[in-house]
Structures are given as structure tokens and as C-alpha cells.
């Protein structure tokens, strides 16, 4: 049996186990968050859809108005001239086809990865690698581009992709605990649109099922779904 | 899920079942059993949609996937082990071969284009979906169950054609395993497995998501694995549900209980026919004659099924041996430079029925070649004792056989003349499943497992006084593995036996060699016995294994410097244990005279009242007594278990 931490058990006591209005679960979130370092703040989503079928896979990106509150390492594998603008963009890990001989003897320093349409003949053999982690660039979500300035800016300033599990669940950080309310909740409808938006066609029946919010090491909190149609 | 009914099938002339209904839900964990030849493996293969019904319906849901292990006759070649499990991930790979080649397109069109748009679509569904099945864990997947099943890193790249058959069965069923059938149809997986490719097994069926049926000659495993048995018997299928154990109970329950309804019919129809018989010529009964006539026409005749033969075989025994069979004096050995053990001391008495275990490659083998003198030691002393005749029975065996004979005649020619009749050599030959004319075949025409089962026949008829059997029961079924425990178990001489049979082992040994990794350790007792060991064994080295840190800690003042123990006993507490345990004794001999007081006090009436109170208190007081009665036990375990530490710790 899993012990309950006294922190988590004091917490718990103070949801009593009820949903609440998103803008007020997220400053309950706040207020709970009680551990020494700067929580991030996460969303879980639960859909009415079945991943096991190709078609009813959720899956996108949003940028997020206020952004992470952390600035993600980005890798990018481009030739010539878009090696520049990457690294103008602010990329910290710039390179060719020599980055991949580096990936594949097992570095993996980065936290996104982007690649030009003419690297990604490279990047193929890397599916092993870089599919586990969720690093494997798809031009979909937007890392597979020739515009390589905009896409390093674009996840430097908070974009996040989001993506059903298996069990149907989408489970996306929001910010940090240290945010003003409003931005947390601007962050927080602005995925959830995005989300709503990314309804496949053959979803079948109630399509955003249940809304959970939660810091890193926080109590989970049920979100009145009612209160996201406001 | 899966149904079959009224379901019929024959085999040439031979019916194998009638008439059998059987429903497979989606986590129904079965266990098929039968003796040889019923028709387990043909049932396994029309669930598996192999083989036709001849009568009957089966119907399954179209999404339905079952997988099949065969028993052997696989060859597996072209390519390496890793290869030939991911191959069953066809459509995976595919996508992924796909998605390659869309990323050299993604290079060559102009990303403008309506093409480019094309192929980035199709590219995104592509990844979803493999990345939803797990197509990127594949080879993970595959080395979990490859390495469960006794591979090493290095075999993952072997190619299969260089693997023994045992091996290259392994491989389909790691094969089977990574599908994940909505149906696992698996015929005597272990036959190829060790001990611990077995447990490896058997705790991944526990966790298997999905049903399956499992035909197995090992007890153990059919015990830990099923929650329902389906016994294929006399042409029909007789389902139980619980595990092997249960099944033997229920089926004698049950067999008990058609024999007393076989009984009562019989007397019923005696009693009806006995009527008839006296009235029927009565004008005035000839109403009720002919209702009981129709009543008799209108009773389902109970049928005994054929009673199951139980063969019991008398083998010869051997001429004794001196009473210390073989010694071990230091004895190593090694190979090209590799040591197998080092040394290995121990006497095997007159008697011994040893069983080796270890892991495959552990040495095994070896011990018994040394044994049996067709490998020298490398140092150390071995001697056998007086008048030992060795004989060893390796996997080929067979080779010494006269290939032209046919097995009656050479059963004949071997036999002792105690057992020369016909019928009898019969009866032994069908002990080792040779049946009707399999008698007349000659040797060179058998199969491999079937001629170690002869030779196997062969050795017991003559037996030596010292026996080494390495993998007896190898292709031996439920039945003629009994047949052979049962001789084994009354063999006068000295066994030294390899099995991978966790019941065999158990039912036949004295004691339990164990080797593992070079070292050699002796157990006294059956495989059960030597589990305990091993169990007390490793529990003691944990309570002798430091806590880290603990010389630092506070309360280590001890003066030898000998670090605080973990299990530590308090003696204050042993103490008041003691003085409650002495005090409990004594209350309870007190409580005992004062019911027994009470109690001749009733047997004399004085009034109603006085009765009355005298029984509430009698009651009382038993109450009483049970309770303290309970407590003085438990201490007792407490103390006992302390005492037991202390001369742990002390030794």
C-alpha cells in the first residue's frame, strides 16, 4: 500500500474531493503547490475517443499566449543557409547530417528537434531513437520545415504538442505555479480550444469526457466541465 | 468468444470425440489434458482453424486471432533470432519501411506543391499509428521475451538454422508470445524449456491479457497456470473448472457420484422390469404395466465411461552394489580452458535417487558423464564402489540400437524369461505408448523421441545397479511418465537423474544436487525440500548482511566491534514474554479444575436458578480458557521464533 505523504493528505483535505470552476481550480492549484522548487503546472484531458483507430488519433500543437516559463533546448538539422537562421533563432544544438551520427551514438541532449524537408531522409533511420522520446520530427506538428526561424521561435516561446495516450488521455503542462492566475487560465483555454478544434470526424459520443489540473507534485483537482463552455 | 458444438471429429476410422460443446470466453485459462492419442493436438489445431470439423459448428467473432505453438517439426532458417521474432510485426515494419522512404520523398518534391501535402498527410497518420502500436519498442519487446525465455545477448543475432530444435522452439514461441493472440493455442511449450525458462512461462501466462489453452505433461505448471480443465476422455470432453489439483479431485468426485446414479438406475429399472414381469399377464394391472413399460422405454440409460487402465509393471531388479555407490574427492573439470565446477566433494550411498538441477549449461551433462566414465576429471579423485554397474541413458541413446529389428522381437530377445509371454510384452510396449501395430515397426523407422522412449524400455527391462538418466521424461506423456516414476520409485539400485519436470523431480528424488555457477551444493530431500532450503538459506544471508552504516550508528558500542545485528532481539521484551507465557500456563490449569468443579457441581440438581447460573458460568469460564488457551500458542510461536534467531545469530 502506497503511504500518503502528510503534505499530499493536508492537500487532499483542502479539494474534499469536489470539482470546481477552471478559474478556480487553477489558484487552488497555486495555493496547494508546496514544494521547494517552482512546480509546473499540468492539464489532463480525458476524450470520448478510441486511439486504437488511426482516425480518431488526437494529436496538434498550440503556442501557448504566456508561453512555458522555461525555454526548451532545440536541436536543428538543416544544410547551408538555414543552419544560420536556426542559429539566429536561438537554437542551441546547430548541425547537418553530422548530428545525426551523433544521435545515433546516443545523444540526445535536446528537448525538441526540427529538421528541413531535405534532412529528413537522415533522420529515417533514427525512428528508433527519437520515436520512444517523442522527438521524431513530423512536418504536421510543425518541425519538419524549410522556415526553421519561425519554427525554433515558435517552441522557444512556449509550444507545446499534445498528443492522446493510449488510454485516451491528453496530458499537457500549462506553466508554472509562479504565473499570474489570468495567464495560467488564458494558457489553459487556449489549449483546450485547441483541442476541442482537433476533434477527429469519426469521434463518436461526448467528446472531452473529464478535465483534471495538478502541479508537479500536487493533488489533482476535477474541473466542472460546464465552467469551459463559459 | 469461441464456440464449438456438438462437435465431431475422426481420425481414419477412429473417432477421437463426439458430441463436444465447449465455450472459450476471452480470459479463460485452460488446460487441456488427455492421454495420447485422445486428440488434444487436432482439437488445438480447429481452434486454430488448421484442421476442419467433420460434424458440428464452430463459430468464432471474425476479429478473433489465434495463435498456434506445434510441437515440433518447425525449421526455421535465413535469418538471425532478432529477425525471425520481429518478423511476426510484418505490418509494423512495413509502415516503417513506408515512412522512410515518404522521408526521401519529403526531400525531393518541392515543398510547395500539392504532392509535398500529400505526403506529409500520409506521413503523419503512418507515425501516429505506429507509434500508437508501439512500433518503436519492438526490438525492446522482443528482447524482454527472448531473454525470458534463456537466450543470451549475443544468440539475438545467430542466425536460426545454426540453433538445436529445442532452441528454434523457443523461438516461435517468443514469436507467439510478442504477437499476443487473441487465442494462444500452445502444445507442450515446455517440453524444450529448463526450470527457469519454465517459471519464466508460467508467470508470463499468469499476466497474459488474453485467453489460451495449454496442453502440458507438466503438473506444476498446469497447477500454477489454468482456472479450468478440459479433459478429452472416452470420446467425450468433460470440463472442470480450478486448477490440475482440483480437476483430480473433482473427477473423482464426479466419477463416484455417476457410479452411485448408475447404481440407483440400475436398481430402479430391476424393480420397474420386475413388476412388469409378475403383472403383465393380470388383466386388471395391464394399465399400469404398460405405463411402467413406458416409462422404462422413456429412461436415459446411464453409461459407466470404460474405466481408465491403470498399468502397473513389475520391472526386474538389478543385482546390489556395494553400499557407497561413487565418490567425488575435490573433483574439477574443465573445458578448453573454461572451468565447469571446481571442487566438488560427496559420497552417493546404495539407494540415492539424486536429481541434478541448474541452469542449461551449468554442468549437468558433464557430472553425468563423469559419472558414467566417458569423461575424465581434469583434477581431483573419483572412484566407483564395489560391483557398480553403470548405465547411462543420454538424449541419443538410440544410436546403439539395432536399427533392422523390429521392437517385439527385440523386446523379446531382451526380456527376462519371467516376462517371455506375449501379452505381457504387449502390455509393456503399450506402457511406453507403442500401441497395436506400432509393435511390428522396426527400430530404424521410429523417430527420435520415439526411440528414446524404447531405449528407455529397454534399459529398465535389463537394469544396471547404478542408473544416470539424463532427460528421461522427455517426450513421455502424463501416463507413461507415471509408469516410469513407479518403476524408478521401486528400483533397488542408485538413480542419478537430469529433469526439467518439477513433479518428477519431486515425486522421485532423495536428494538434490545443485549446480550453479561452478559451485556445487548437496541437499538432502525432494525438489520441494530443497526449495525450503534454499529459501532458509538465502534468509539467513540476508539477516547476515549488514545494514549500511550500521557500525557508524549510535548504538553500536559493542566491543569486539561486531556491527549491530538488523534482527536484533529485545531482551527486555523476550523477557515479559516469558513471565506472561509462565503466568498464562498457570491461570489456565486453574480455569481448567474450576470447570471441572462447575461441572460435577451440575450433576447434581439443587434448583432451577442455581442450574442455570452454573451453566452461564461454566460457559464463562470455557470462554475464558479458549482465549488464553490462544494467546499461551501464540506466544509460544513468538518465543520459539526468537530462540530460533538468537542461535542464528549466536552461530
Sequence with gaps: MVKTSKRMARAREEIQGQAYPLQAALPLVQKLSSAKFDETVEISLRLGVDPRHADQMVRGTVVLPHGLGKSKKVCVIASGEKQREAEQAGAEHVGGEELVGRIQGGWLDFEALVATPDMMKFLGRLGRILGPKGLMPNPKTGTVTFDVGSAVKEIKAGKVEFRVDKTAIIHTPLGKVSFDGDKLLENARTLIESVMKAKPSAAKGKYLRSVFVCSSMGPGIAVELTSLDK | MIRLSAARKHFGSKSLFEDLDWLIT????????????????????????MEPLDGGLFSAPKDITAGYLPQDGLSLSGRTVLEECLSVFGDLLELEEEMKALTHQMAEVDPRSDEYGRITERYHRIETEFQGRDGYSLEAQAGTVLNGLGFAPADLNRPTESLSGGWQMRVALAKLLLVKPKLLLLDEPTNHLDLEARNWLQQYLNEYPHAFVLVSHDRYMLDATVNKILELWNRRAYSYSGNYERYLAQKSARQAQLQAAYRNQREKIERLELFINRFRYQATRAKQVQSRIKELEKIKRIELPAREKTIRFEFPQPPRSGRMVAEFRGVAKSYEGKQVFHGMSFV???????????????????????????????????????????????????????????????????????LSDRTQLRTLLGCFLFSSDEVFKQIRVLSGGERNRYALLRMLLRPRNFLLLDEPTNHLDLRAKDVLLEALQEFSGTVVFVSHDRYFIDKLATRIFEIDGGRFQDYSGNYEDYLRQKDQVTLQQDDREEPPGAENSGRSGDRNGTPLRRNKINPVLVRRMKERHQGLEEEITRCEVEIATQESDLGTFKSATESIRLVKLVERNRKRLDEMIREWEELSRTLEESDRKSSVLRS
Design chain 2, 26 to 49: 476471452p480470459t479463460d485459462r485452460i488446460g487441456l489434458v488427455g492421454g495420447n492419442g485422445t486428440g488434444k493436438t487436432t482439437l488445438l489445431k480447429i481452434l486454430g482453424g
Design chain 2, 348 to 418: 552417493i550411498n546404495r539407494g540415492d535417487r539424486i536429481g541434478l538441477v541448474g541452469v542449461n549449461g551449468a554442468g549437468k551433462s558433464t557430472l553425468i558423464k563423469i559419472l558414467a566414465g566417458s569423461e575424465p576429471v581434469t583434477a581431483g579423485e573419483f572412484r566407483l564402489g564395489h560391483n557398480v554397474k553403470v548405465d547411462h541413458f543420454a538424449q541419443d541413446q538410440y544410436k546403439e540400437l539395432d536399427p533392422g529389428a523390429r521392437l517385439i522381437d527385440d523386446v523379446s530377445s531382451i526380456a527376462p524369461s519371467a
